[in-house]
T-cell receptor, first 112, second 114 residues
Framework: KNEVEQSPQNLTAQEGEFITINCSYS?????LHWLQQHPGGGIVSLFM???GKKKHGRLIATINIQEKHSSLHITASHPRDSAVYIC??????????????FGKGTHLIIQP | DSGVTQTPKHLITATGQRVTLRCSPR?????VYWYQQSLDQGLQFLIQ???????AKGNILERFSAQQFPDLHSELNLSSLELGDSALYFC?????????????FGQGTRLTVV
């Protein structure tokens, strides 16, 4: 079982819809990252969260440490939001940092 | 632009060959991470270097090795290549290894082994 689970795996929505992508993790973490990967392959870091909520433009990320769950929301979705969204857990190593553990990604398509 | 530079962007090579992937981290970042993204395994952590020293190892094969040079650029060496090594290889950098900071990813090197 993957230590980081994302849902849904695939999501197709109409332009303007409110989008939610969920991420659950089973390991202790020091932070949770949300990443975006476009068809060209490059990865962009959207958020890094250790508690609460962060907002950047139409993107909102929340995390509940007790429930080991994070969500990424997109408001007023647009076709340019179409991408793979990946959540990644940064382990609680207490010292030197380890690499990230990734979810399988959510493939989002926003139709005009 | 993340500030992390990876070269080459694309690489096609034959089985059994050896290749070197290069990563230049963001200016001032001491930590470099290498990740592999394959169709069946998704993204996996390979190895981390911090200021020239290996700091953490993930699912890196013995045929693969890496190093970080005094100017902080890093190279990932893949040898005795197999078809299954075809993947996207990403490098990321961050500012410190003593706690988690935001990671900045390069554009990746797409390796195709034929």
């Amino acid at each position: 079982k993957n230590e980081v689970e994302q849902s849904p795996q695939n999501l197709t929505a109409q332009e303007g819809e409110f989008i939610t992508i969920n991420c659950s993790y089973s390991v202790g973490i020091s932070a949770l990252h949300w990443l975006q990967q476009h068809p060209g392959g490059g990865i962009v870091s959207l958020f890094m969260l250790s508690s609460g909520k962060k907002k950047h433009g139409r993107l909102i990320a929340t995390i509940n440490i007790q429930e080991k769950h994070s969500s990424l929301h997109i408001t007023a979705s647009h076709p340019r939001d179409s991408a793979v969204y990946i959540c990644a857990a940064a382990p609680y190593s207490g010292g030197g940092a380890d690499g990230l553990t990734f979810g399988k990604g959510t493939h989002l398509i926003i139709q005009p | 632009d993340s500030g992390v530079t990876q070269t080459p962007k694309h690489l096609i090579t034959a089985t059994g060959q050896r290749v070197t992937l290069r990563c230049s981290p963001r200016s001032g970042d001491l930590s470099v991470y290498w990740y592999q993204q394959s169709l069946d395994q998704g993204l996996q952590f390979l190895i981390q270097y911090y200021n020239g020293e290996e700091r953490a190892k993930g699912n890196i094969l013995e045929r693969f090795s890496a190093q970080q040079f005094p100017d902080l650029h890093s190279e990932l060496n893949l040898s005795s290549l197999e078809l299954g090594d075809s993947a996207l290889y990403f490098c990321a950098s961050s500012g410190t290894s003593l706690g988690v900071t935001e990671a900045f990813f390069g554009q990746g090197t797409r390796l195709t082994v034929v």
